[in-house]
């Protein structure tokens, strides 16, 4: 039998649905992410390091790749992404289709590894993580 899950993630939260016959839905998990909620300085109240120039005098300012919010959108992604490895090597789907908004999306793409990036059939770029579950049904049935 073939099993097919939706995932519906936003950078706050993602909820993973079993499809069923009719394109009806299942909620199979809910993840929340609530590290989103926390303001940059909550998370990382000092300065940005620095560190001695060897070329001029004084030291240099050092700012991180990445900001502390792109940091925990892809710890989230990664939690996501763990589930899904969880339930790919029990088999208990055999096809992925991963809905989340543009930039989130890349996030998710970037995190998951080869075997679960096979079982993708699609990627929807839609902003659905804050509809309720009988709406993201009618979306995914049309």
Do not use: C
Not at 27 to 32: A, G, T, V
């Amino acid at each position: 039998m073939h099993r097919s899950w939706v995932v519906v993630a936003s950078k706050s939260n993602a909820r993973i649905y079993e499809r069923k016959k009719r394109n009806t839905l299942k909620l199979i998990k809910s993840l929340e992410n609530p590290r989103i909620k926390l303001k940059e300085g909550e998370v990382n109240s000092d300065r940005h390091g620095s560190m001695a120039n060897s070329s001029a005098h004084g030291y240099q300012s050092f700012t991180p790749k990445k900001t502390n919010k792109q940091h925990r959108e892809e710890l989230f992604a990664k939690e996501i992404n763990q589930f899904l490895n969880q339930n790919h090597d029990k088999h208990n789907f055999d096809e992925l289709v991963i809905v989340a908004e543009n930039s989130f999306l890349g996030v998710i793409r970037n995190n998951l590894n080869s075997k679960l990036n096979k079982q993708v059939s699609n990627y929807l770029n839609k902003d659905l993580g804050n509809l309720p579950d009988s709406e993201i049904e009618k979306i995914m049935a049309a």
